[in-house]
């Protein structure tokens, strides 16, 4: 009997020792939430949820938080509320995404400073003179797992986050992969290496093959709705689609110090009813501004795309700031659509939230030209909207360079290449087109989102189903 008791003891330390060995982390993970203020609280209650089963539950978000609501961008001090949420939900860690960087620097380090989670870039080094406490990496202990997690962002054809390139002045921007790389040495000390990545799901597939050390990366940037994650050359990836439709909750299984199993689940948030209460509490007092629900105009049928929505904004432009033609950088233009009804000041700042100033330049016809290819080139291969005109432009599919480029007049007729035209556009789109032009434009002191919201209180009513004002073509063997 004595022997048999020694027996089952032993047998049930072994027991214990393997249930020591084999471990789960638990993330949810967030990306490209834009201010989605009205979701926080059903996010409040899914972390809640998670974190009541799994105590050391890791919450992280994969960068641009802000910039797509008014009650967060436009308020006193700007983005806090997105941070004070955050907070009360209980994030960790959050990367910078590009649109970060609309704060401005001094912006950014007091947000940064308001945070109670932390800001991890690897690729972005600020100067002293910002005190803006970015860290590289930062490890985290899950229940008696070690969690390395390492941020980084996004580089555009500038070489610096797409953002006003005025904000990002004086911030030093490394090659990402090079920055990650240099992290490699997290590996020997952590159980789990997670990384934070607002690069967007192409470049994340692209460098999971020079980051086999990496366990899983929490993606965003690229808004690409993934059903869970999925594996890339022995990497895991996961993100969303943006303003907080979903969020992802991974499970990394660790046995023997080594990663053997990644899972993860999509959460539906917006299709949420439950709400954490002081979450919900939160946004409503930050919801107090009756001053956004002004109607500033009816809309008589509904805006169905980007391109509807851009040429509007570029009418506002030429007719508000009396100019002969004008345009609109395509990525800066916020939402897709529009029903019928009130289109109201909240309805503008969600569509134009970057507060950039609308800029005047008198440009030929030739120089016009040139800097609506430098602003294609330069945000991400799309075409701006125009007013006054229309463009017929015609690409190279092997490299998405524009061959061809004719702009036509209201009558149907070709710009003079060598007339002077007066021309508006926002501040961004002037600083992301560095032509050889002679005038590089001037700001009227007017921020963009005022022109719009002038407009449709001066129109009244808008309606611009069918509006399309840009064709593109394919090169051929012809052409």
């Known amino acids: 009997m004595k ?9 049930m330390m072994t027991l214990g020792v393997s249930a020591q060995e084999r471990r789960e982390l638990h993330i949810l993970s967030t990306n490209d939430m834009h201010a989605a203020i009205e979701c926080m609280p059903r996010l409040g209650f899914v972390a809640d949820s998670l974190r009541a089963l799994y105590p050391d539950l890791l919450i992280l978000s994969a960068g641009d938080n ?21 907070n009360l939900i209980g994030f960790k860690a959050t990367t910078l995404g590009n649109h970060e960087f609309d704060s401005g620097q001094e912006g950014l380090a007091k947000l940064i400073d308001m945070s109670a989670f932390s800001t991890l870039c690897a690729n972005v080094h600020p100067a002293e003179k910002w005190n803006m406490h970015v860290k590289p990496y930062q490890i985290y202990d899950c229940g008696g797992l070690i969690v390395g997690v390492i941020g980084a962002v996004a580089l555009g054809k500038l070489g610096i986050p797409e953002s006003h390139p005025a904000k990002c002045t004086d911030i030093e921007f490394t090659e990402p992969l090079k920055a990650i790389q240099e992290l490699r040495w997290l590996r020997e000390k952590c159980d789990v290496i997670v990384l934070l990545s607002h690069l967007g799901y192409s470049l994340d597939v692209e460098f999971s093959k020079q980051l086999p050390w990496v366990d899983i990366i929490v993606g ?10 999925e594996v890339h050359n022995g990497v895991f990836i996961t ?39 002081a979450v919900a509490a939160l946004v409503r007092h930050f919801s107090e501004n009756p001053a956004f629900k002004r109607v500033l105009a009816q809309v008589d049928t509904p805006f169905e795309n980007y391109e509807e929505l851009g040429c509007m904004m570029c009418d506002a432009y030429m007719i508000e700031g009396q ?35 609308a800029v005047e330049m008198k440009l030929t016809g030739k120089e016009l030209a040139d800097v609506l290819v430098m602003c294609y080139n330069n945000d991400g291969h799309q075409f701006p909207y125009v007013a006054g005109m ?34 508006m ?9 560095p032509t050889n032009r002679k005038d590089a434009g001037a700001g009227i002191g007017k921020i963009t989102a005022q022109l719009i919201m002038d407009y449709l209180e001066h129109q009244g009513h808008v309606s611009y189903q069918g509006v399309k004002r840009l064709t593109q073509k394919s090169l051929t063997n012809n052409q």
């Open 239 to 277: 993100q969303n689609t943006n303003r907080l439709k979903r969020a992802t909750h991974s499970t990394i299984i660790v046995e023997d110090g080594k990663v053997v199993k990644r899972m993860a689940e999509n959460i539906e948030i917006r299709g949420q009813k439950n709400e954490n209460k």
């Open 220 to 229: 965003g940037h690229s808004h690409t709705q993934l059903k869970g994650g």
């Open 390 to 423: 229309t463009a017929e432009y015609t690409i190279d599919p092997a490299n998405k360079e524009i061959k061809k480029l004719v702009l036509l007049d209201k009558d149907g007729k070709k710009l003079n290449p060598k007339k002077t035209y007066k021309v």
């Open 66 to 86: 802000r910039s797509g609501e008014p009650l967060n961008d436009m308020y006193e001090i700007t983005a806090y509320p997105m941070v004070a949420l955050m």
């Open 3 to 11: 022997k048999m008791v020694l027996l089952a003891l032993a047998a």
């Open 425 to 433: 556009t926002n501040s961004y789109s002037a600083a992301i087109t």
């Open 323 to 357: 100019c002969d033609l004008s345009f609109q950088n395509a990525g800066g233009v916020r939402y897709e659509t529009h029903d019928v009804g009130g289109f109201t000041v909240s309805d503008v700042l969600r569509l134009d939230p970057f507060q950039n100033e």
